[in-house]
């Protein structure tokens, strides 16, 4: 599998995993939301996630590691960020569990973050299924 092709895999899935976790966070409305805390207060799962935020990120910048000004450069950038959001959970969970909670007094901020979220996946996902190299 050649890089183009890996990358635009990765950003079927990112845009796929995003748009799918935005949707039922949204739908939920600040109940889902109240399910995060929760599920951050979980020392066990809260380390789980950031193991798994920690390995999707570094396969995601081992596969496509692209600094040009097109597309793959988000994908790159989920892989950076979620590569450092793994690290920020492993190693700061007080932290983490403190920004839950400030979602949590602040709904409207999370249910905005969960909107810009949905809309970047589904351009993420319309421009890897779009996508046609140039020769």
Do not use: H
């Amino acid at each position: 599998m050649n890089s183009l092709a890996l990358c635009i895999f990765l950003a079927q899935f990112w845009g796929l995993l995003i748009f799918i976790i935005s949707l039922i966070y949204l739908l939920k409305g600040k109940k889902g939301i109240n399910e995060l805390v929760d599920l951050v207060e979980n020392k066990g799962l809260l380390s789980f996630w950031g193991y798994l935020a920690l390995i999707l990120g570094l396969v995601t910048i081992n596969l496509c590691n692209v600094w040009k000004n097109d597309w793959r450069l988000l994908v790159t950038l989920f892989g950076w960020l979620s590569t450092f959001k793994g690290i920020f959970i492993l190693a700061f969970p007080r932290w983490t569990s403190k920004i839950c909670s400030f979602y949590q007094r602040q709904p409207l901020v999370g249910i905005f973050l969960l909107i810009l979220a949905l809309v970047i996946s589904l351009w993420l996902i319309w421009i890897s299924g779009t996508y046609l190299p140039q020769s």
